[in-house]
C-alpha cells in the first residue's frame, strides 16, 4: 500500500515546538565511509552513505552485485527478524543488521540516502547507532526543498500475546515506552518511557550498545550466529556480571537499547511516525509485525504533509526522558 494514500496537512501551530526543522526532506552533504565487521557473518565490511535525492527514500546498494544489488529499506521487504533485521530484494539478494543504522538515520531525520555495502551486513561498529550518527554528523545534513510526510496513527493497534507486545497510539508526536525482563540479576526488569522530541538522542539513546550471554555464545555460532561478536561490540553478561571491561555507558542500557532497536525497526516504515509506541519485552519479529498490522488496516493509519516551521539544525529527532 503505497504512502502517497490519505494525505493531509498539518497546520502551522501543530505542535510547531516538537516539529521545528523537521518537515523537509533531509540527506547528506557529501558521501562518508567506515569500514567494520559483520555481528553475525564475521565478514569485513566497508560501508558509505551516499547523498540522494529528494522523496529516494532509504535505498541499499550491494556494490559486490551489481545491477541487481538494490534493496529498498522497507517493512515490505523484510525476510528475517532472529537476532537482527534483514531485507531482500525481488533477486533474493539480502542486507541484514540494519537496525542500528536506520536508528542512527531516524534520529538524524535523514530521510533520502544512499547506502552503499560490499557485504551481506551492516558492520556492527561498538553495537550501537553512535558511529553512525557521527558519519552523518561528519558528512554534514542538508535540507531538501520537499517536504517530509508523516504517518499519524489514527486508531491503536496493538500485536503480540501477554508476555511480548508492542502496541501504536494515537499522539501528538512519537515516543516509546519499554519494558523488558530477564532472569538474571544483572537485567533483572528495566523500563523507559521517552518522547521523541528535539532534545537529547545523541547523548541518552544513540549510544546504547546491543547486549548478549556468554552462556549462548557457542550455540549462536554453531547455528551461524555472531561469528563477530566480541567485547568491542557488545555488552557480554555472564551469570550476573557484565564482562566488558568499561561496564555499562548508562545503568539501563539495556533497555536504551531496546528502544534504539525498535525505533530502528520502526523507521522501515518509509516515514516517520507521530504516534505513541508502547512495548513489553517486543524484538525484532514483533516489531515488524506490528507495522504489518498497521498497513493491512487503512482506518489506524494516513499520511500527513508535515507544515511546521523549519529552524536549520534542529531537524534530528532526540529523546527526552519522562520518567
Same mark, same amino acid.
Given at each position: 500500500?503505497?504512502?502517497?494514500?490519505?494525505? @493531509?496537512?498539518?497546520?502551522?501551530?501543530?505542535?510547531?515546538?516538537?516539529?521545528?526543522?523537521?518537515? &523537509?526532506?533531509? !540527506?547528506?552533504?557529501?558521501?562518508?565511509?567506515?569500514?567494520?565487521?559483520?555481528?553475525? =557473518?564475521?565478514?569485513?565490511?566497508?560501508?558509505?552513505?551516499?547523498?540522494?535525492?529528494?522523496? =529516494?527514500?532509504?535505498?541499499?546498494?550491494?556494490?559486490?552485485?551489481?545491477?541487481?544489488?538494490?534493496?529498498?529499506?522497507?517493512?515490505?521487504?523484510? !525476510?528475517? !527478524?532472529?537476532?537482527? *533485521? =534483514?531485507?531482500?530484494?525481488?533477486?533474493?539478494?539480502?542486507?541484514?543488521?540494519?537496525?542500528?543504522?536506520?536508528?542512527?538515520?531516524?534520529?538524524?531525520?535523514?530521510?533520502?540516502? #544512499?547506502?552503499?555495502?560490499?557485504?551481506?551486513?551492516?558492520?556492527?561498529?561498538?553495537?550501537?547507532?553512535?558511529?553512525?550518527?557521527?558519519?552523518?554528523?561528519?558528512?554534514?545534513?542538508? #535540507?531538501?526543498?520537499?517536504?517530509?510526510?508523516?504517518?499519524?496513527?489514527?486508531?491503536?493497534?496493538?500485536?503480540?500475546?501477554?508476555?511480548?507486545?508492542?502496541?501504536?497510539?494515537?499522539?501528538? *508526536?512519537?515516543?516509546?515506552?519499554?519494558?523488558?525482563?530477564? +532472569? @538474571? %540479576? *544483572?537485567?533483572?526488569? &528495566?523500563?523507559?518511557?521517552?518522547?521523541?522530541? @528535539?532534545? /537529547?538522542?545523541?547523548? $541518552?539513546?544513540?549510544?546504547?550498545?546491543?547486549?548478549?550471554?556468554? +552462556?549462548?555464545?557457542?550455540?549462536?555460532?554453531?547455528?551461524?550466529?555472531?561469528?563477530?561478536?566480541?567485547?568491542?561490540?557488545?555488552?557480554?553478561?555472564?551469570?550476573?556480571?557484565? #564482562?566488558?571491561?568499561?561496564?555499562?555507558?548508562?545503568?539501563?542500557?539495556?533497555?536504551?537499547?531496546?528502544? #534504539?532497536? +525498535?525505533?530502528?525497526?520502526?523507521?522501515?516504515?518509509?516515514?516517520?511516525?507521530?504516534? &505513541?509506541?508502547?512495548?513489553?519485552?517486543?524484538?525484532?519479529?514483533?516489531?515488524? $509485525?506490528?507495522? +504489518?498490522?498497521?498497513?493491512?488496516? !487503512?482506518? =489506524?493509519?494516513?499520511? %500527513?504533509?508535515?507544515?511546521?516551521?523549519?529552524?536549520?539544525?534542529?531537524? @534530528?529527532?532526540?529523546?527526552?526522558? /519522562?520518567?
Amino acid at each position: 500500500m503505497p504512502l502517497s494514500n490519505d494525505k @493531509n496537512s498539518i497546520a502551522e501551530d501543530y505542535d510547531g515546538s516538537l516539529l521545528r526543522g523537521f518537515a &523537509q526532506q533531509k !540527506t547528506l552533504k557529501e558521501s562518508v565511509s567506515c569500514q567494520g565487521i559483520g555481528l553475525h =557473518t564475521g565478514n569485513q565490511v566497508k560501508m558509505t552513505l551516499h547523498p540522494a535525492a529528494a522523496n =529516494t527514500g532509504i535505498v541499499f546498494v550491494r556494490s559486490d552485485i551489481g545491477e541487481d544489488g538494490y534493496v529498498d529499506a522497507s517493512w515490505r521487504n523484510v !525476510t528475517e !527478524t532472529k537476532l537482527a *533485521t =534483514t531485507i531482500s530484494n525481488e533477486a533474493g539478494h539480502h542486507v541484514s543488521t540494519i537496525e542500528h543504522l536506520m536508528a542512527g538515520l531516524a534520529g538524524c531525520g535523514i530521510d533520502n540516502i #544512499l547506502v552503499e555495502i560490499n557485504a551481506p551486513e551492516v558492520p556492527v561498529m561498538d553495537g550501537s547507532a553512535e558511529p553512525f550518527v557521527s558519519m552523518i554528523e561528519s558528512a554534514g545534513v542538508i #535540507l531538501q526543498s520537499v517536504r517530509r510526510k508523516a504517518i499519524m496513527i489514527n486508531k491503536p493497534i496493538k500485536v503480540g500475546n501477554k508476555d511480548s507486545s508492542i502496541s501504536l497510539n494515537p499522539a501528538s *508526536t512519537f515516543g516509546v515506552s519499554f519494558e523488558i525482563e530477564f +532472569c @538474571n %540479576s *544483572t537485567l533483572a526488569s &528495566q523500563a523507559l518511557d521517552m518522547k521523541l522530541v @528535539n532534545g /537529547t538522542f545523541k547523548d $541518552e539513546i544513540a549510544s546504547a550498545r546491543t547486549f548478549g550471554f556468554a +552462556c549462548q555464545v557457542d550455540a549462536l555460532k554453531k547455528a551461524g550466529l555472531a561469528l563477530g561478536g566480541s567485547l568491542d561490540n557488545a555488552i557480554v553478561i555472564e551469570d550476573d556480571n557484565v #564482562l566488558n571491561q568499561d561496564g555499562l555507558r548508562y545503568h539501563n542500557e539495556f533497555v536504551r537499547h531496546k528502544i #534504539l532497536d +525498535c525505533v530502528g525497526d520502526l523507521y522501515l516504515a518509509g516515514a516517520p511516525i507521530i504516534g &505513541q509506541v508502547d512495548a513489553v519485552r517486543s524484538g525484532h519479529a514483533l516489531n515488524h $509485525e506490528l507495522l +504489518c498490522a498497521l498497513f493491512s488496516n !487503512t482506518d =489506524t493509519w494516513s499520511i %500527513s504533509e508535515l507544515s511546521a516551521a523549519v529552524v536549520p539544525g534542529t531537524g @534530528n529527532l532526540f529523546a527526552e526522558i /519522562t520518567h
